[in-house]
């Protein structure tokens, strides 16, 4: 990793003062998953790891998504929020983190089996973004003569959602959000183009089985994933699978 100096002149009565130099960070290039656009970033700085060292004493998932936030926000060009879906602001993470700490985290797991301790160490690098094969965004509801659009949920939605996942309001809310449209063979209909009244009109002429199509693109949406085979003391072979922010975030 460079780093390039460049020293910062002070003057005073026409005459210059040394001082101490200032550090340009690199700059490095991402493609955000959702929508493919190029961003440039760079890494977070010791004043930055601050923040993140609070949230993780913190613990709790507001807290980390919020430090999270003000990183990419200090450390990406001209990031838009509202463009980004949860996952994509997992994978810029890691992609940061990568170039600022390390490419390489170390921790231990208790496997489920032995119930011996297993020393993980894996390259960010390697940590994909995850779709699961049955994923679509366009699917047709049952029974019906019409086809729903979803899009992803941002992350203020999936904020609000961890901070009050056991409440169904809160979680029929965020399937409605992020209904982007529905067609039939004639019309397309752009659900941010309705009050929202109409919305849930709409919302609640549906039946448990549409409900369950909707909550299926949830189930299967991407997310950041790593799978790590690991050698036992008995040489017999597991496998360690952690997936979502919260998990890498150590």
Do not use: W
Not at 69 to 86: A, M, N, R
Not at 160 to 187: F, Q, S, T
């Amino acid at each position: 990793m460079t780093h390039i100096l460049t020293r910062c002149a002070k003057y005073d009565n026409n005459k210059e003062f040394i001082m101490l130099p200032k550090i340009e960070l690199p700059k490095y290039e991402l493609t955000i998953p959702s929508n493919s656009k190029k961003i440039k970033y760079t890494p977070f700085t010791l004043k930055h790891e601050k923040l993140l060292l609070i949230a993780k004493e913190a613990g709790d998932v507001k807290s980390i998504i919020l430090a999270i936030e003000q990183i990419i926000d200090l450390c990406v060009d001209g990031v838009k929020f509202d463009d980004l879906s949860f996952f994509d602001l997992e994978y810029i993470f890691m992609n940061i983190r990568s170039k600022s700490v390390s490419n390489e985290i170390t921790f231990k797991i208790k496997d489920d089996k032995t119930d011996e301790y297993i020393e993980i160490i894996f390259n960010i690098d390697d940590v994909k973004v995850h779709t699961e094969e049955t994923h679509t965004k366009i699917f047709k509801l049952s029974d019906t003569n019409y086809t729903i659009e979803m899009k992803y949920p941002t992350i203020n939605m999936y904020t609000e959602y961890y901070e009050n996942g056991d409440n169904p309001e809160i979680r029929l809310n965020m399937l409605k959000k992020c209904i982007y449209a529905l067609y039939d063979k004639d019309d397309r209909y752009i659900f941010s183009e309705f009050s929202e009244n109409d919305i849930n009109e709409f919302f609640d002429s549906l039946t448990s089985d549409h409900i369950n199509q909707i909550e299926d693109f949830f189930k299967t949406m991407p997310r950041i994933r790593y799978e790590h085979s690991f050698k036992r003391s008995d040489q017999s072979e597991g496998k360690f699978v952690i997936e979502g922010l919260k998990s890498f975030f150590i």
